[in-house]
């Protein structure tokens, strides 16, 4: 099973940038996934998730700026981030819990990508 995190760039102050995440491999079903963000020197942070039946959750920081989605039948996470402001510059991850036949749920983690917001 692999992640592939895409969509992170350049962008000023108060622009939007979407983040997609496709999960690919012998799937049988991905239940949470949501989306991390991690700045140099500090821990990653969760950013927004959303449970299989679109229950979504998001820190406080993000609340009414960024919205999560998801696509079930294309294992896929979105992250559509607006008024973007420079302290959201970080690398994001997205993450996963993939179910693979026979195996219990396991977490997977994407590659990063990197979102810069200039002032």
């Known amino acids: 099973v692999q992640l592939q995190a895409s969509g992170g760039g350049l962008v000023q102050a108060g622009g939007s940038l979407r983040l997609s995440c496709v999960a690919s491999g012998r799937i049988f079903a991905t239940n949470d996934m949501g989306w991390y963000r991690q700045t140099p020197g500090n821990k990653r942070e969760l950013v927004a998730s959303?449970?299989?039946?679109?229950?979504?959750n998001y820190s406080d920081s993000v609340k009414g700026r960024f919205t999560i989605s998801r696509d079930n039948a294309k294992h896929t996470v979105y992250l559509q981030m607006n008024s973007l402001a420079p302290e959201d510059t970080a690398v994001y991850y997205c993450?996963?819990?993939?179910?693979?036949?026979?195996?219990?749920?396991?977490?997977?983690w994407g590659q990063g990508t990197q979102v810069t917001v200039s002032s």
């Open positions: 959303i449970t299989a039946g679109n229950i979504t």
């Open positions: 993450k996963a819990e993939v179910v693979v036949i026979p195996y219990p749920p396991i977490d997977y």
